[in-house]
């Protein structure tokens, strides 16, 4: 259990990477989500801020309780609850982004904020949650479901079909689309294509989801595009690791994505189910500057029957997250198989070998981890149960460095 004093220190966001493993004993000092899930989280400057379907928040103590509506932020090294920081948001927040001056983009299937309407995307105000004005994505037709911001960009994802259908990418200052990126994805294994997750790093944005083609060119549930000059391109990297069915109830199972912090691999992660074999259910890395139409992965490790929904990458670990059971578990049939490591709700896998770590804090599964926060501190959680590293931590909670 961590002092308050040893989190001083933790006052810059961003995914960077960590020189070890963290702690498996979380802080004291996050506060609780007392309802629902917690789908996203950001950090702005030294506020955290949590997304997702609830209604109320305590904080660490529980001697305090919050009213607030699928969004609330506090401030990371004491877990105070922001008090003047409770938007309405009508509908549950998927997605979460730092904006400049204190601000956050929030992205969700909503339909207003407040008293002002605001489809599916949102530029709020920590310091009132207000609405920023001058912000307007024109966004319609679907949700967002994921976001990531880079420099003047916000690159958006969902289901949506305006600006573009479900990926654009938008002036973080005004959200107007820009006119250089028309990458469309298509064919969807489902009535309509969606996004799943995304993420940018250096020159490459990766998306995954249940499309098989980026601009008319094969790229089964997973693509890379390049994103180093004024028009985006498909990138010359093509997989077939997910064009393989899983089982019928997940025509698309791909779920989180995360680079590494240099950018040159990243990870993503799976459902699907066991029956389905080949890549449901695993965590796999990828060598981002690698060219081909059939890339094959680096590593693939697997629960053995179990779904994961998000990804870490710090260089230290790849931290995975889901209702899994185990993991190194490539012979398991909704059981352990030979070599399995019992790693409940979350667990870490070496970067090089993709052998799970001995980092075991375990958790309560439910439906599972759906969002992570590497930062310069540690590694923010979240989900829909309440016990974290055997310890009271509800939907939300941090693992420090040591």
Known sequence: MLARAALAAFLTASPVAHPVVVSADPVDTTPHVLDGIVNAITLVGSTVVVGGSFTEVADAGRTTTYPRSNLFAFDLATGRVLPDFAPDVSGPVYGLAPGDDATVYVGGAFTGVNLDPARALAKLSLADGEVVGGFRPGVSGGMVTTLARSGSHLYVGGDFERPRPALARLSAATGAADPGFSIEPGAPLGPRVKV??????????????????????????????DVSGPSARVAPWRTDAYARRCMVDFPSYVRGLDFSPGGSYFVVVTTGGWRGGGMCDTAARFETYAKGTRIRPTWVNATGGDSLYAVAVTGAAVYVGGHQRWLDNPKGRDTAGPGA???????????????????????????GVKAFLAHKGGLLVGSDTTSLGREYHARIGMFPLP
């Open 196 to 225: 799943q997750a995304l993420a940018v790093s250096r020159d490459r944005l990766a998306i995954d989801g249940n499309f098989t083609t980026l601009d008319g060119q094969s790229r089964p549930q997973l693509g890379l595009i």
């Open 341 to 367: 490591v019992s790693r409940p709700g979350i667990g870490a896998v070496h970067p090089g070998t993709g052998k799970a770590l001995s980092w075991n804090p375990t958790r309560e599964r439910g439906i």
